[in-house]
């Protein structure tokens, strides 16, 4: 049992820290404030092979495995989990379905440029009364020769505004039930498909996510991904992947929570000492550190499994869930530790409190999580 990354790994952790320091870190703020999709930072992860790096080269990716994944975005979430998560969408739903599920002709048209950041994936899933609930939404696909017509509106996209390639997800036939619905590679600008305004967020606010509508939207049946009555699987599939990023998305949260809280409570002074030597002070850094290397762990043991070939969807949830709220807890705890100064417009800690939240919502609630993790266990 290996519990170390290897030096390429490392060295991967390394090269994505200073990327960060020197792209990321000094606009974080203000795509936060204007909840802007910074395209210029886009095209530098593009350029550094950091937008398909669990992919083959052979389509366009780095070549790493699942674990370098999640080190990377770990490391983007550290700095600004936007963009983390806007990366780890992308690669882990946006690049893996199509590399998982695609045929060869498909590989080569739409999954080289997304692996090479070329083009931006946008996932195409949740409707507004069909959240949690996959098999409540009501978009639909109608064969009419060599097209499917899609018509339906969905919500919640990430990617939605700024996508080139769209996920979705619509019934060929519903009353197949559980095997009626399947999955389309939509690209940008096809006639009938519109993404509506970027939602004005909580947190997260230069992740762009918007309304999808879909009026007589005409695409070619060469555009099916897998087989037709696949969609459920292949949704669930990608669920499985992206939850592993969603983790190391909230771990790097919860590590800059840490790091901050320690650079403040060594400066800030009261009653005639810094509020590090304060005991409710290191029980609350204690706790936070405990938290982050046992969700660090279990993202890196779902990601591992995934490497091995191995089943691997109870341990991304039990990934998932842990360090979602995790990542809730201690960037609270985080204000705290900062007092006042935590709770202004500007504070990191404010801004990764409020990009912590999500993550126990998106890609499958925390109750969901549990629902999953309880079923395995059970069968």
Request: charged share 25%.
């Amino acid at each position: 049992m290996d519990f170390k990354l290897t030096e390429e790994q490392e060295l991967i952790r390394q090269n994505m820290r200073e990327f960060t320091e020197k792209y990321v870190d000094p606009i974080a703020v203000e795509i936060d404030e204007n909840s802007r999709h910074p395209a210029e930072l886009f095209q530098k992860l593009a350029k550094g092979d950091w937008m398909g790096v669990p992919i083959p080269t052979e389509y366009g990716g780095a070549g790493a495995d699942y674990v370098t994944h999640s080190v990377v975005i770990e490391e983007l979430s550290r700095s600004c989990a936007s963009t983390g998560f806007t990366v780890s969408i992308h690669i882990g739903i946006g690049c893996t379905l199509p590399f998982l599920f695609g045929n060869e002709e498909q590989k080569k048209k739409y999954l080289v440029p997304l692996a090479k950041g070329e083009h931006l994936a946008a996932f195409v899933l949740t409707e507004p009364g069909a959240g949690t609930d996959v098999m409540a939404a009501t978009t639909t696909a109608v064969l009419d020769g060599d097209e499917y017509v899609i018509n339906g509106v969905k919500t919640f996209t990430s990617n939605g505004p700024t996508g080139d390639t769209y996920l979705v997800f619509a019934w060929t036939d519903k009353e197949a039930g559980r095997k009626g619905m399947s999955a389309f590679i939509v690209p940008k600008d096809t006639p009938g498909m519109k993404a509506g305004e970027h939602f004005a967020k909580m947190g997260l606010r230069s992740s762009q996510t918007s309304e999808m509508v879909f009026k007589d939207c005409r695409v070619p049946k060469e555009n099916l991904l897998g087989e037709e009555g696949q969609g459920l699987q292949i949704a669930m599939t990608g669920f499985d992947h992206g939850r592993i990023g969603i983790a190391a998305q909230a771990v790097g949260i919860t590590q800059a929570a840490l790091e901050e809280s320690i650079k403040w409570s060594k400066e800030r002074v009261q009653f005639g000492k810094p509020i590090a030597r304060q005991q409710a002070i290191q029980w609350m850094i204690a706790d936070m550190a405990m938290d982050i290397d046992a969700g660090r762990f279990l993202t890196y043991r779902a990601a591992w499994l995934k490497d091995q070939g191995e089943r691997f969807s109870k341990e991304a949830s039990m990934a998932k869930l842990f360090a979602s709220e995790m990542a809730v807890k201690h960037t609270s705890k985080a204000v705290q530790i900062h007092g006042g100064y935590g709770y202004v417009k500007g504070a990191k800690v404010e801004r990764l409190m409020r990009d912590a939240k999500i993550t126990e919502i998106y890609e499958g609630t925390s109750e969901a999580q549990r629902m999953i993790i309880s079923g395995n266990v059970l069968r």
